[in-house]
């Protein structure tokens, strides 16, 4: 372990001595992640550390089987759409009500989803950004594909769609759309989410307390439609290095520890006290370019970045045989991708020769900003960094390594303040267009720089084409035109590695990120 690391996970011991399985209840889930949330306000989040937590409290309209990708009723109980796809009908769980008392209900779906869609809703609260509803629901240039949410009766809710789309219920499965109790938003829009009011919802737990720098706690809902939780309370801690959370899981401070280094797999294995976990991986970590930085503009240079990275000798060394480099952005395992892409090859000399073509015979100066975090695409972001420093500094690249806080992180990079960024992507639903309208789609020239309205057409054609054939084909000239312009490098999958307390039972981590059903967790 370097001397940092056990520096750090020293630190942050000490810190949870006085609130350990020990000495707390035995009826205490404690659950270590990589960061504490940036909101509970779910569709304003845009990372798994802010989504799972929500994702306990609050609760989507279609949900998924535990551990798979298979979609299932949740607070819907069916749906069903008219014969070109434009109007879908769900009908909703009778009976549940909020954690506040209030009654779940069709009016209540309207109004969280009218929050969401409208920039001059009364309550959408002050400065707020629904970044994760726009990854579902945003069109080109604020034309959103949905049109207008109609209250049927009391458990009923009809969505009117701008177009066809035949793959909808996925989409509303999408875990930023959660439902919120609107008596508690119209309480405090402006704070709502944050650690002095936390969220309201219908969920197998209900926020308790948020420390912030500590802890987040919830405690069981017994009033709960569903099955129970088998613990009276769960607490989220967030702690940055892996190195950490595996050390606080070997003392027995915390019950689950997420995302691990990939290179600690044999010792875990060795410890006859931990259980290793590995999450089937439908992730994608990605390098991105915002093109308003030059030399960026220009994909001589873009290229040259790309081809002066061994992303499989850096897969090698940093992912312990549980990863993959990628040459496209959709995984394997996910359909439409292209046969035709041959991933960008690493070259060093022929980066050189592209770049004194682009004008840079003695390269350039760059910011690389690095995840402040570890998440499942990217295990150990700063040394995967280094590395990637390393390999440009080898073709004249002299990179500035930059980090910051992980909220400002995903403010800042939608803000294009960031050259060259790492990030990834743990998919909401499983289709192709939540990988690639999320990338490419609308949220393009804030994230990017790029405003391609060849893409964009691709992308809406794609979504909504009646046949899977024809939508596998557009997702495959979406693929190709990424790679032909190099607007992102697509860098690797991951199998994540996480462990649990011998003894833990029930815990099953979702092929979608952070979509786990915790009340399912029993612990020792």
Same mark, same amino acid.
């Given at each position: 372990?370097?001397?940092?690391?056990?520096?750090?996970?020293?630190? +942050?011991?000490? $810190?949870?001595?006085?609130?350990?399985? /020990?000495?707390?209840?035995?009826?205490?889930?404690?659950?270590?992640?990589?960061?504490? @949330?940036?909101?509970?306000?779910?569709?304003?989040?845009?990372?798994?550390?802010?989504?799972? @937590?929500?994702?306990?409290?609050?609760?989507?309209?279609?949900?998924?089987?535990?551990?798979?990708?298979?979609? /299932?009723?949740?607070?819907?109980?069916?749906? &069903?759409?008219?014969?070109?796809?434009?109007?879908?009908?769900?009908?909703?769980?009778?009976?549940?009500?909020?954690?506040?008392?209030?009654? %779940?209900?069709?009016?209540?779906?309207?109004?969280?989803?009218?929050?969401?869609?409208?920039?001059?809703?009364?309550?959408?609260?002050?400065?707020?950004?629904?970044?994760?509803?726009?990854?579902?629901?945003?069109?080109?240039?604020?034309?959103?594909?949905?049109?207008?949410?109609? *209250?049927?009766?009391? #458990?009923?809710?009809?969505?009117?769609?701008?177009?066809?789309?035949?793959?909808?219920?996925?989409?509303?499965?999408?875990?930023?759309?959660?439902?919120?109790?609107?008596?508690?938003?119209? =309480?405090?829009?402006?704070?709502?989410?944050?650690?002095?009011?936390?969220?309201?919802?219908?969920?197998?737990?209900?926020?308790?307390?948020?420390?912030?720098?500590?802890? !987040?706690?919830?405690?069981?809902?017994?009033?709960?439609?569903?099955?129970?939780?088998?613990?009276?309370?769960? !607490?989220?801690?967030?702690?940055?290095?892996?190195?950490?959370?595996?050390?606080?899981?070997? $003392?027995?401070?915390?019950?689950?520890?997420? &995302?691990?280094?990939?290179?600690?797999? @044999?010792?875990?294995?060795?410890? @006859?006290?931990?259980?290793?976990?590995?999450?089937?991986?439908?992730?994608?970590?990605?390098?991105? %370019?915002?093109?308003?930085?030059?030399?960026?503009?220009?994909?001589? *240079?873009?290229?040259?970045?790309?081809?002066?990275?061994?992303?499989?000798?850096?897969?090698? /060394?940093?992912?312990?045989?549980?990863?993959?480099?990628?040459?496209?952005?959709?995984?394997?395992?996910?359909?439409?991708?292209?046969?035709?892409?041959?991933?960008?090859?690493?070259?060093?000399?022929?980066?050189?020769?592209?770049?004194?073509?682009?004008?840079?015979?003695?390269?350039?100066?760059?910011?690389?900003?690095?995840?402040? *975090?570890?998440?499942?695409? %990217?295990?150990?972001?700063?040394?995967?960094?280094?590395?990637?420093?390393?390999?440009?500094?080898? +073709?004249?690249?002299?990179?500035?390594?930059?980090?910051?806080?992980?909220?400002? #992180?995903?403010?800042?990079?939608?803000?294009?303040?960031?050259?060259?960024?790492?990030?990834?992507?743990?998919?909401?639903?499983?289709?192709?267009?939540?990988?690639? #309208?999320?990338?490419?789609?609308?949220?393009?020239?804030? =994230?990017?720089? +790029?405003?391609?309205?060849?893409?964009?057409?691709?992308?809406?054609?794609?979504?909504? =084409?009646?046949?899977?054939?024809?939508?596998? /084909?557009?997702?495959?000239?979406?693929?190709?035109?990424?790679?032909? #312009? *190099?607007?992102?490098?697509? %860098?690797?999958?991951?199998?994540?590695?996480?462990?649990?307390?011998?003894?833990?039972?029930?815990?099953?981590?979702?092929?979608?990120?952070?979509?786990?059903?915790?009340?399912? +967790?029993?612990?020792?």
């Amino acid at each position: 372990m370097r001397r940092s690391s056990w520096i750090g996970a020293v630190a +942050v011991l000490a $810190a949870v001595l006085a609130f350990t399985p /020990a000495s707390a209840s035995a009826q205490t889930l404690i659950y270590a992640q990589s960061g504490l @949330p940036v909101t509970l306000d779910s569709a304003a989040a845009q990372d798994g550390n802010s989504l799972r @937590p929500g994702y306990q409290i609050t609760e989507t309209l279609v949900g998924f089987e535990p551990g798979t990708a298979n979609l /299932a009723p949740a607070l819907a109980v069916r749906w &069903e759409a008219n014969d070109n796809s434009t109007i879908w009908t769900f009908y909703l769980r009778e009976g549940v009500r909020f954690h506040d008392g209030t009654p %779940f209900n069709a009016e209540a779906v309207k109004f969280n989803f009218d929050r969401w869609n409208d920039p001059n809703h009364p309550y959408r609260g002050e400065g707020k950004n629904f970044t994760g509803f726009e990854y579902v629901f945003g069109g080109y240039k604020g034309n959103n594909i949905l049109k207008e949410v109609e *209250v049927v009766d009391e #458990y009923t809710v009809r969505f009117h769609l701008t177009d066809s789309v035949g793959f909808f219920p996925s989409m509303v499965a999408a875990i930023y759309l959660q439902i919120q109790s609107p008596t508690a938003v119209m =309480a405090d829009p402006d704070r709502y989410g944050t650690p002095e009011v936390g969220s309201v919802g219908t969920g197998p737990f209900k926020f308790k307390e948020w420390v912030i720098g500590d802890r !987040v706690v919830l405690e069981r809902n017994d009033d709960y439609w569903g099955e129970k939780a088998k613990v009276e309370q769960v !607490v989220f801690r967030g702690i940055p290095e892996p190195t950490s959370r595996l050390a606080e899981l070997r $003392a027995g401070a915390v019950h689950i520890a997420a &995302e691990l280094s990939p290179e600690d797999y @044999p010792v875990i294995q060795r410890d @006859p006290n931990l259980v290793p976990v590995l999450q089937s991986g439908l992730n994608i970590g990605y390098i991105a %370019f915002h093109q308003s930085h030059q030399p960026l503009d220009d994909v001589r *240079v873009r290229r040259a970045i790309a081809m002066a990275i061994d992303k499989e000798a850096i897969v090698d /060394a940093f992912y312990a045989g549980l990863g993959t480099p990628a040459d496209q952005h959709v995984p394997p395992a996910m359909w439409g991708r292209s046969d035709k892409i041959s991933d960008i090859p690493y070259d060093p000399e022929g980066a050189r020769r592209l770049l004194a073509e682009a004008g840079y015979p003695n390269g350039f100066e760059i910011d690389f900003w690095f995840m402040p *975090v570890s998440r499942p695409y %990217f295990p150990a972001p700063q040394p995967i960094a280094e590395a990637i420093a390393s390999y440009l500094a080898d +073709v004249g690249i002299r990179v500035r390594l930059q980090s910051e806080d992980w909220g400002t #992180y995903l403010a800042d990079y939608m803000a294009g303040k960031f050259p060259m960024y790492m990030l990834g992507w743990s998919p909401d639903y499983p289709d192709p267009d939540n990988y690639l #309208y999320t990338f490419f789609g609308p949220q393009a020239p804030q =994230a990017l720089g +790029v405003d391609d309205p060849v893409m964009q057409d691709l992308l809406f054609r794609a979504r909504t =084409a009646p046949d899977e054939a024809e939508r596998a /084909a557009l997702y495959a000239q979406i693929q190709e035109r990424a790679q032909e #312009y *190099v607007l992102q490098i697509p %860098f690797a999958h991951n199998n994540p590695l996480h462990a649990t307390l011998r003894g833990v039972e029930g815990w099953i981590p979702s092929p979608l990120g952070a979509s786990e059903p915790l009340q399912l +967790v029993s612990v020792p």
